[in-house]
């Protein structure tokens, strides 16, 4: 069945460093693919997607590309800081109807000053 | 409304006691997902709705557990019998139905009902 494998976490940073969470998955077919960011005592939010190989979704200095031949969806950003955070949840979705998101184990990050 | 809404926030109960979660969805999303998130688990799909008709029921864990939907709107997720295994946090998620593409792929969660059974 498909699944999506995220890194292992907590990844600790100090602000203003680069910031990578690898993700790959499997999938029988051509799923959308996503990154959900829980921050603390909150909910669930989308941070961006990618719908098909080769797009890059970004949202908040936040980018990750859509790696067909590697399955991979690998979160970056250039310079972070504390208020980044949070959980990082990689995710695949197939397009079409009724379709439920399959979840990584979810990489938590804490930023230090 | 706004975005998706649920409630409780929280909740604690006794082992043994029936408890009833309530999912508010996004305006005009026809399909609804219940979602649970639980230390060691991670998140796992529940259910979810298409209209009022559930015909995905394979995530549910047990037969304790149930859920409804009326009028295209408002889920609730019944757990009967609680245990404490049940404890987790339980998401809600809706989303728009299309063909392919677009937001029609993107679901919205909820804030999430913390269960916790003593």
């Not at chain 2, 649970?36 to 688990?41: A, C, E, K, M, V």
């Not at chain 2, 304790?64 to 009326?70: D, G, M, Y």
Request: charged fraction near 20%; hydrophobic fraction near 30%.
């Amino acid at each position: 069945g498909d699944s999506v494998t995220q890194m292992e976490g907590p990844v600790t940073l100090s602000e203003e460093a680069f910031l990578t969470i690898n993700c790959t998955y499997t999938a029988t077919g051509y799923p959308s693919l996503f990154w959900y960011v829980q921050y603390p005592g909150e909910g669930l939010q989308l941070l961006l997607k990618a719908t098909k190989a080769d797009d890059k979704g970004s949202n908040k200095g936040f980018e990750a590309t859509y790696r067909k031949e590697t399955t991979s969806f690998h979160l970056e950003k250039g310079s972070v800081q504390v208020s980044d955070s949070a959980v990082y949840f990689c995710a695949l979705r197939y397009s079409g109807g009724y379709q439920k998101v399959t979840f990584g184990t979810g990489t938590k990050l804490q930023v230090i000053p | 409304g706004a975005g998706v809404s649920q409630s409780p926030s929280n909740k604690v109960t006794e082992k043994g006691k029936d408890v009833e979660l309530r999912c508010d969805p996004i305006s005009g999303h026809t399909a609804l997902y219940w979602y649970r998130q639980s230390l060691g688990q991670g998140l796992e799909f529940l259910i979810y709705f298409q209209g009022n008709s559930a015909p995905d029921k394979s995530g549910l864990p047990s037969d304790r557990f149930s859920a409804e939907r009326t009028g295209g709107s408002v889920s609730t997720l019944t757990i009967q019998r609680t245990q404490q295994e049940d404890s987790a946090v339980y998401l809600c998620a809706s989303s728009l139905v299309g063909t392919s593409g677009g937001d029609t792929d993107t679901q919205y969660f909820g804030p999430g009902t913390r269960l916790t059974v003593l």
